[in-house]
């Protein structure tokens, strides 16, 4: 009799599991297309990405205090918005902002690292997304590892990185690192020697005057083993 009733609670889990599952996918179709919305995101990211890189144009000829006064403006503007956003969609998957609209999002999030909590609870959302083919993986491996050296942990996937004093690239604080390859295959991502060797090259080239005159011409580069 106990397995019968057992078996019973078992059956009424999965069945509710299932329920559960279904209801999500059910909602996620529902949810119709807002171009607005894929369009402010668009705007935003434009500008975020001005501001998250050395200055380039016009904003060369700015003072330092300027052009850090205009980077906190920016981050602190989006970040405001984004929680509106947050608080009113959840995270924004393909089905409502297309797949750039649902990039941008993340990208600012990952640039949200004055509030770790909300990248979190971001974070939470995204893997539900991804569960339901609704966001992309590799978005969401960057968030964790962003997430994790924010909160003083060992990141997962290695896309946290800082540089050598010959300015090749290297992850920051990773856990296990002999399996980080097999981590980062799961979700979709390239070899870590490639992607560090990809972080090396553009950071050369962005420091390229300064590298130049410490007698460094060209990256340092990771073997690659196929």
Request: net charge neutral.
């Amino acid at each position: 009799m106990k397995q019968l009733i057992f078996l019973i609670a078992l059956e009424l889990l999965l069945f509710n599991c299932r329920q559960t599952n279904y209801q999500q996918k059910e909602q996620v179709n529902k949810i119709e297309f807002n171009q607005k919305l894929a369009d402010e995101l668009n705007n935003m990211a434009e500008i975020d990405q001005i501001a998250a890189y050395t200055r380039q144009g016009k904003f060369k000829d700015w003072t330092i205090e300027r052009w850090s006064n205009f980077k906190d403006s920016v981050f602190t503007t989006h970040k405001k918005r984004l929680e509106e956003i947050f608080q009113k969609y959840g995270y924004p998957g393909y089905n409502l902002v297309g797949e750039t609209g649902s990039q941008n999002f993340w990208l600012m999030v990952q640039h949200c690292d004055s509030d770790p909590a909300f990248q979190s609870r971001v974070l939470e959302k995204l893997k539900i997304e991804v569960d339901n083919k609704n966001a992309d993986a590799i978005t969401f491996g960057l968030l964790t590892d962003r997430v994790k050296i924010n909160n003083g942990e060992k990141q997962l996937y290695g896309t946290q990185v800082d540089y050598n004093s010959l300015g090749q690239a290297y992850p920051k604080n990773l856990a296990d690192s002999a399996n980080v390859n097999k981590r980062r295959e799961e979700i979709g991502m390239e070899p870590i020697e490639e992607y560090l060797n990809q972080m090396t090259e553009m950071h050369f080239e962005i420091n390229k005057e300064y590298l130049n005159k410490k007698g460094i011409t060209k990256p340092t580069l990771y073997t690659i083993r196929r």
